[in-house]
């Protein structure tokens, strides 16, 4: 399991790429409504026989293809962020949400949806700017008087402030006094991509490449890491640096995720330790396997979703975690010396 | 060239300096013993060395030139450390983690090359870890693994090797095997500078001793100079007689228990130091 050989990586590697493209032709396919192969292919490529419907276009192009293109997004995001946390926190625990993120985000949304639900545009705004928020004070409670950022601090900051954050939603949604938009804000933290289209892409598609390509960047630096500090400054790694860069990049790729698509758990947790175990600790190999299997993972687990209980929608992070904690017991239960 | 410490102070906190005024000069092919009691400053003189912390005062040369103006790489390109002991987080193979030691040698994205692989190959050789290659470094015993972090300072192929305290917790025959491989490196010309706490050790291992004492260096020179019973006293606070091997002429320190807790009474031990101090003065 330990030391893979360079040509099993890359099988391992161009398989994932393999059934990721595989994933998002099924996600489009698969649904409530289920379309099948041969208009699709004959209005794509020409040939014989009839094409799509119009009401089947819309479905397609409109409906399907940006949620599947979202979940790749928000998965590979949520999976590199979790990959990014555990190697710089050095700590098989940490996931995206470890520094209040999710719980920021989640006070938010809930503002947005109790006090200002006629603007709709608003929510991923408001979860963004709770994230930002819930992150900021986390690091301004971290940071010493020498400006050097104890990573132990920063861990336990995350933990109240997060708590902080989910008292302040919970009281909010008690004071909402239940209906429509006290489940309204449940289904929101739960997650979900349905409210998925074009636009919410076109803004986080260069958000979540750009923070990928950065964590990309580092990931021979995450490897001196897992070394210890002063280790990887012998071998020259700046910690500062990396932690620098890595802390608010990750943020930034989580906080966008969790803006577009609620707080989807789990992902950022097992998608990485998944993939170490199957690849080796290596952050050069990790970082694109995690992206590439968060993707596909996130993406099946909304096909389910939305077609379980169809014409109802099932909250994916519910998915996520029925399908992920499962999982995760039984790696943990037969390699869990290795985690 | 090697290494040149002046007049270098460092605080943790304000107040108290934990390096005061420390002066060394270490000249390349040379190897030192950095001895003193536990408090004296010597992790941190190292890590200053090592450009982990900054000097408030003073200055560190390293080949000649100030380490503030050497980028990070290029100066692990000349200098290597192996720490007192090592917390992996993930399961690296032995290889792998030596493998890092390269890191400075070659570019962010760049593959392993030819010279790479042979300077990886001879490292773990040198160090006696090749067997263990494939291995978690997780799983490995601590004289095992710190026998793995040697070989990867020794594949960053630096001039100069930093140790700090590297045997402290590994048992006699470990500790023996360790020094042995970094006593074939000072023979082969790398500038050494180890901190260690076991002083018949540090007199075998190094050509001169560095005696640190509340942050400063108070002695520095030959062997025989330096490990004297009163250098010993004064420093460490503890009664020592030193002998000399009869057979291989090696230095070594035997420790008095019952003295220790006697405190004053000195005068048993005091006639076995003098005959040390006279042998050592008369065969330099």
Known sequence: ?339 | MGISVRNVSFAYEPIHEVVHDATLTINPGESVALIGPNGSGKSTLLRLIAGGLRPNRGSILVDDRDIATYGARAFARRLAMVEQQHAVSFDFSVREVVAMGRMPHRGRFARETADDRQAIHRAMALAEVDTLAKRSIRELSGGEGQRVFLAMALAQEAGILLLDEPTTFLDLRHQLAFLSIVKRRITEGTTVLLAIHDLTLAAQTADRIAMMHDGAVVHDGATTDVLTAENVRAVFDVTVAIGEDSTSGMPYVLPSLHEAQNGDDHSSVECAWDVAKQRAGQDP
């Open chain 1, 1 to 339: 399991m330990r030391s893979k050989t360079r040509r099993a990586t890359h099988w391992i590697l161009g398989g994932l790429a393999v059934v990721l493209v595989a994933s998002m032709g099924a996600g489009i396919v698969i649904g409530p409504v289920v379309i099948p192969l041969r208009p699709i292919v004959t209005t794509l490529f020409g040939g014989p026989g009839e094409g799509l419907t119009a009401v089947q276009e819309v479905i397609l192009w409109q409906i399907r293809a940006p949620r599947v293109v979202l979940a790749l997004l928000v998965g590979a995001g949520l999976a590199v962020s979790g990959a990014a946390m555990q190697g710089l926190f050095r700590n098989p625990l940490a996931s995206p949400y470890i520094l209040g993120v999710a719980s920021g985000a989640s006070t938010g949304a809930a503002l947005v949806i109790l006090f200002a639900s006629s603007f709709a545009f608003l929510l991923p705004v408001g979860a963004f700017v709770g994230a930002a928020a819930a992150v900021g004070i986390v690091y301004g409670l971290a940071q010493s008087r020498n400006r050097k950022l104890s990573i132990f601090t920063l861990i336990l900051a995350g933990v109240a402030v997060g708590s902080l954050f989910s008292a302040i939603t919970s009281f909010l949604l008690f004071l909402s006094s239940g209906g429509e938009k006290l489940s309204e804000v449940l289904f929101w933290i739960m997650g979900g991509l349905g409210r998925a289209d074009w636009e919410a892409i076109a803004v986080l598609l260069p958000i979540v490449a750009a923070c990928v390509a950065i964590v990309f960047f580092f990931a021979r630096d995450l490897n001196a890491l897992a070394l210890g500090e002063e280790t990887a400054q012998h071998v020259g790694v700046r910690p500062e640096n990396l932690y620098r860069w890595l802390l608010v990049v990750t943020t930034l790729l989580t906080a966008a995720s969790v803006a577009m698509a609620g707080t989807i758990g789990f992902i950022g947790l097992v998608i990485p330790h998944i993939m170490r175990l199957s690849l080796g600790p290596d952050h050069r190999r990790l970082l694109p396997a995690s992206a590439m299997a968060g993707g596909c993972f996130l993406i099946w687990s909304d096909v389910v979703a939305r077609s379980a209980f169809a014409p109802a929608e099932l909250p994916v992070g519910v998915i996520t975690a029925f399908l992920g904690a499962p999982f995760f017991l039984y790696l943990l239960k037969t390699k869990g010396a290795q985690l």
